[in-house]
């Protein structure tokens, strides 16, 4: 008997007494367990369901599109924002256009961590994009996030103390299984031949890649957007412009 998991979400017209309980007692009667759940922004309520009977899952849908008091937003094998949803109360902003951009702000940054910890467990390539302004919490989520996976990073390139540029790294670095965080604007402002073969050796593992400032590393290079699995932005806050031309200066001021 194989257990599987769903997602459900519900948006409460009119939150009566009782209306949770109705619900689990529902869910109950059709031996469907509830895992998680938990108030998704607002009057939106999010469950994570597990069953070893898809039927049951179809069966309840169709009978709660007969309860007034609420409506059914989400029937769904969950996606990893449906659980960081129900973790955390509240769905990761993305952009609509481009469905791989996921936008937080700094006072979101916990759910930013758990985020990219649930992408740093994943095994195989994996390019992300990381763009910010400087000291919004970029390589400190990057550094927390590995942790969260249980992951070592490895620095390829960075300005986390100082400007940092790679021209090799030891065997144990060089672990497919490490988070590898690049500065895109370190590795192509400051980029010399050896960081460069290394850059490019690296970007060739089947392995996680976090770039920081990736607009300037598709820019200042061979590769492109397409390259990328998944785009992040931090801000410090929702509306806050990232301007590259601002900080780009100081990286090549000493060269």
């Known amino acids: 008997m194989e257990y599987k998991q769903w997602y459900m979400e519900y948006k409460i017209h009119k939150n009566r007494p009782g209306l949770l309980g109705d619900i689990a007692s529902m869910l109950g009667m059709l031996e469907v367990n509830i895992l ?123 300005t986390l103390l100082r400007q940092t540029v790679r021209s090799q790294l030891a065997e144990d670095e060089l672990n497919p299984h490490n988070v590898f965080i690049i500065d895109g604007i370190v590795s192509t402002i400051r980029s010399n031949e050896k960081h460069y073969n290394l850059l490019q050796n690296v970007m060739a593992m089947p392995s996680t890649k976090v770039i920081e400032h990736p607009d300037i590393f598709v820019r200042e290079s061979e590769y492109t957007f397409d390259d990328f699995d998944i785009i992040i932005e931090l801000r410090n806050t929702p509306n806050e412009e990232i301007l590259y031309e601002s900080f780009t200066t100081s990286y090549s001021e000493d060269l």
């Open 36 to 158: 998680t759940i938990n108030g998704v922004e607002g009057k939106t309520r999010g469950m994570l369901l597990e069953t070893s009977d898809d039927e049951k899952i179809m069966l309840m849908g169709e009978m709660l599109k007969k309860v007034d008091n609420i409506t059914v937003t989400a029937l769904r094998t969950p996606r990893l924002v449906d659980r960081l949803a129900v973790r955390h109360g509240r769905y990761i902003d993305r952009d609509s256009d481009d469905r791989k951009t996921f936008r937080f702000t700094r006072d979101e940054l916990g759910l930013l961590v758990d985020f990219l910890g649930e992408l740093f467990k994943r095994e195989g390539n994996q390019v992300i994009g990381l763009r910010g302004m400087p000291r919004v919490g970029k390589t400190e989520s990057i550094i927390a996030g590995s942790v969260c996976a249980m992951k070592r990073w490895t620095f390829v390139s960075s």
